[in-house]
């Protein structure tokens, strides 16, 4: 776009549906970026205004003040105020208001309104407020704050026009910026001259309906509240493989077609061998996981535009309180359940120092997304498929298990840091919890082809890459004809695995595991590729090639072993964009290294003591 | 007691479903980030409030409570530093 595109940003508390009124006026093509230097998201996108020109749209991080309290508020403030480094100063701003919610959102619109910044007020969910029994008077908001306000509702488009043209016209405004000074005084006239507002603008109030106060005494009770939000988690692991089944059967066809295409149309030798055995089978042993994390990634995104999230941080706050963190450390631990890296990026609304590094230490034990690979093929294996009870398949049950097993070891490790290395008070736990909201359709499909869109971008190149290597490790150099000596151990990688096997043989693990552990450093899923690509150029003759890589393990590892090696990617550390985001979050290379150094030991110790177990159990 | 006019407790000890006005905030017990952050939420002297919901079954902590048309979670801890008088 052209450098004359003026800058828009939108600000406001956080829930007020910023997010929607951002993807109502940009659509789906967005650009998301960090600002230099702060690990905190910048998301921008255009928008065409009434008279054909385009502008740029920033969507701010929500803030209830401009005195941050968190780097996301920090980064709020200096945009706002022109000072961020890598940001144009804004040309105008949108603050966006919960119309529902009047008294407690117009106190950050009053704070920005008195920098005197042009300001366009979007009084959005207008539709939700009506259905409260709020009847307002836009006009005597525009009055009293001075500035042009615009009733919107951004999830049914509803006033985005006029919103445009308010902006066009802001745009040819100039203002003068004001100082703000901050204290607990100002803080107090803020809120009672909001209050005001809010009163004024408020023409009657009737009772309404309390449906989101009426599901919180089910899901916040002390005794329901918990047990379903133990069986909500359940249910989005069973989801992941009950429901995944048939569509990773069709990705299975898909590359069994495309291999038996090349084979057919390519004469044999290097390139053919290379494009089924590296490309092919190493790439689509991953990409067959799509499905399952595209329906973890489901659940995540309903739980938080539902707002069922805060109530979950809610439920769970008093037992992170007793390993020494808080609620809020339960979002950015449940996203790293899809990936660690939004996990660890998410703790930046931990304002406790502590506490966050604590959180950044222990999200790679939540089970991400990228072990799903491993773990499935690990339980489709060796677990047998079968029912334990209604509706509960003990495949679903081991993976439930695992998953646990993660939640503890992480609890268990944030009690250890928080009485040693991060050694601190307890934090405090604070936390608004908006009204429950019907999930927007557009909005999670939008949010899930982001997400399914990275993943296979991952696939394609550094999963892909991590194969392509390893295969030509694995092909070369040539086993000399007649020699006794396999493919495999002859090869540059085998030796390599072989010279590691006797570390960690103690633990069970065989010299093929030794081999995927090392590509596994550039992506936790090239695990399966590296098993599949070595069995399939281990294969002694075409039939052993036919076999799918389920059948190769079964036959080749013992239970022990595959529980073991289970157990280890419980713990497994090596995924190089975790360390490498770590060390962005702690601004050196002190606690990545210790990130890595802890989780490897206990893999190591966790993988050992699950074989031996199971050896001894007669497994 | 002797039905006084109003009733003076800390807000950790506030009955469920119960409505009452903060009458004061001991913001010398916490941080001054965590006093900001309070009236950020719309915690402050003077707010009307009520309390909602409280934590898990056996801990009674934290608490949830409606202030203004928001719902706002607090630790037990924070809640003891805030007074609240109940109208008569």
């Not at chain 1, 004024?200 to 918990?226: C, K, N, Q, Y």
């Amino acid at each position: 776009m052209s450098e004359a595109a003026p800058l828009i940003v939108l600000a406001g508390n956080p829930n007020a549906g910023k997010s929607a009124l951002f993807n109502a006026l940009t659509g789906a093509r967005q650009k998301i970026a960090n600002y230099p230097g702060v690990t905190v998201e910048r998301k921008s996108g255009h928008f065409q205004m009434p008279d054909g020109r385009p502008a740029e749209l920033v969507d701010l991080p929500g803030s209830y003040s401009l005195e941050p309290t968190s780097p996301d508020e920090a980064v709020t403030r200096s945009v706002i105020m022109g000072e961020q480094q890598g940001e144009r100063k804004p040309d105008a701003i949108i603050i966006v208001l919960d119309a529902a919610n009047l008294d407690n959102h117009l106190r950050f619109a009053l704070e920005v309104i008195a920098l005197g910044r042009p300001v366009v007020i979007a009084l959005n969910m207008m539709d939700l407020a009506e259905r409260d029994g709020l009847t307002l008077d836009p006009e005597k908001l525009e009055k009293a704050l001075g500035v042009p306000v615009v009733p919107t509702v951004a999830v049914r488009r509803r006033g985005l026009d006029d919103l445009s043209a308010a902006i066009e016209t802001r745009l040819s405004k100039k203002a003068d910026q004001q100082d703000v000074v901050v204290s607990k005084e100002r803080d107090h006239g803020l809120r009672k001259q909001a209050k005001k507002i809010a009163n004024l603008t408020v023409v009657s109030e009737t009772a309404g309906r309390r449906w989101s106060e009426r599901a919180d005494a089910f899901f916040l009770h002390p005794i329901a509240g918990p047990i379903t939000l133990l069986a909500i988690m359940f249910v989005m692991f069973q989801a992941v493989f009950a429901w995944s089944e048939a569509p990773i059967g069709w990705i299975e066809s898909a590359s069994e077609w495309a291999a038996a295409a090349v084979e057919a149309s390519l004469p044999e030798g290097f390139l053919r061998d290379f494009i089924i055995e590296g490309a092919i089978g190493g790439v689509g042993s991953v990409v067959v996981f799509l499905p399952q994390i595209l329906i973890l990634f489901l659940f995540i995104l309903l739980l938080e535009a539902s707002g069922y999230m805060t109530r979950a941080a809610f439920i769970m706050d008093r037992l992170m309180a007793s390993v020494g963190l808080s609620g809020r450390s339960f979002i950015p631990l449940l996203s790293s359940f899809a990936c660690a890296i939004p996990g660890i990026m998410a703790t930046r609304s931990i304002a406790d120092p502590k506490d966050r590094l604590t959180t950044i230490l222990v999200a790679p034990l939540m089970t991400c997304a990228a072990r799903l690979p491993v773990y499935a093929i690990i339980i489709g294996a060796f677990i047998p498929a079968r029912d334990v009870g209604p509706g509960v398949g003990l495949q679903g049950l081991v993976l439930f298990g695992l998953y646990i097993f993660g939640i503890v070891g992480a609890m268990v490790v944030a009690l250890v840091l928080r009485s040693t290395v991060a050694k601190g008070p307890n934090s405090g736990f604070l936390m608004e919890m908006p009204k429950y909201q019907m999930p927007r359709i557009r909005d999670i499909l939008l949010g899930l082809w982001q997400r399914g869109w990275i993943f296979l971008r991952r696939a394609g190149t550094i999963i892909f890459a991590a194969t392509v290597v390893l295969w030509l490790m694995l092909t070369y150099p040539k086993v000399p004809i007649d020699s006794p000596v396999s493919q495999v151990d002859y090869s540059a990688a085998g030796r390599i695995a072989n010279v590691i096997e006797p570390v960690v043989a103690p633990i069970g693990f065989n010299r093929d595991i030794a081999l995927a552990l090392i590509p596994a450093m550039a992506a936790r899923e090239v695990a399966v590729a590296a098993l599949a690509t070595t069995y399939a150029i281990d294969a002694p003759d075409e039939e052993a090639e036919a076999k799918s890589l389920t059948e190769r393990l079964q036959s080749r590892w013992s239970l022990p072993t595959a529980l073991a090696f289970l157990a280890w990617f419980v713990f497994a550390p090596q995924c190089i964009s975790t360390i490498a985001v770590t060390k962005r979050e702690t601004n050196g290379w002190k606690w990545p290294m210790f990130m890595l150094g802890y989780l490897f030991a206990l893999a190591y110790v966790a993988a050992g003591i699950t074989y031996w177990s199971a050896v001894a159990l007669g497994l | 007691m002797n039905a006084p006019v109003t009733l003076a407790v800390t807000l950790d000890r506030l009955s469920m479903r119960q409505r009452a006005e903060i009458s004061a905030i001991d913001w010398e017990s916490m941080s001054e980030n965590e006093g900001a952050r309070l009236r950020a939420l719309g915690l402050d002297e003077g707010v009307e409030i009520e309390k909602l919901h409280k934590g898990m079954f056996g801990f009674n902590d934290p608490i949830a409570l409606k202030v203004g048309r928001m719902m706002i979670a607090v630790r037990k801890s924070h809640a003891s530093a805030i007074s609240v008088v109940i109208p008569a």
